[in-house]
Every structure is written in structure tokens, then in C-alpha cells.
């Protein structure tokens, strides 16, 4: 089965953090667009998942 990514930009199926997997996965996406522009929804999408992170770190299960 070919990899599928925590989300694609443009898309509208964001959803929350609930598990360490889901909250690696955020991260390394994070990563991989820390570049983008923040009005593309490239950039957008890097935000939203920066704050679902940032949810989920708050609520004491930081991930590694």
C-alpha cells in the first residue's frame, strides 16, 4: 500500500492529534515545509498543523 501523508495541502481532512504516531508524523511534515510561504497552502497547512501540535504538546504527551 503506497504511503499516505498525516494530510495534503488543500485538503480538508485536518484533524487532531490524539496519539504519538499522528504527532511524529505532524512533525516531520512540519519539517518538510518549515520553507513554505504562509499564504500558500503549502504555508497553510504547515500553520494549522503547528497549532494542532502545539494542542496536543499541551496536553503533557510530547511525542520524541
Not at 508524523?25 to 499564504?39: K, Q
Not at 497547512?45 to 503547528?50: E, G, I, K, N
Request: glycine share 6%; aromatic share 4%; with cysteine.
Amino acid at each position: 500500500m503506497e504511503d499516505e501523508k498525516f494530510c495534503q495541502p488543500g485538503r480538508q481532512d485536518i484533524r487532531m492529534i490524539d496519539c504519538d504516531a499522528d504527532h511524529h508524523t505532524a512533525l516531520a511534515e512540519i519539517e518538510r515545509l518549515r520553507e513554505a510561504d504562509s499564504t500558500s497552502p503549502e504555508g497553510l497547512y504547515r500553520d494549522s498543523l503547528l497549532m494542532l501540535v502545539a494542542q496536543y504538546e499541551a496536553k503533557g504527551k510530547p511525542g520524541p
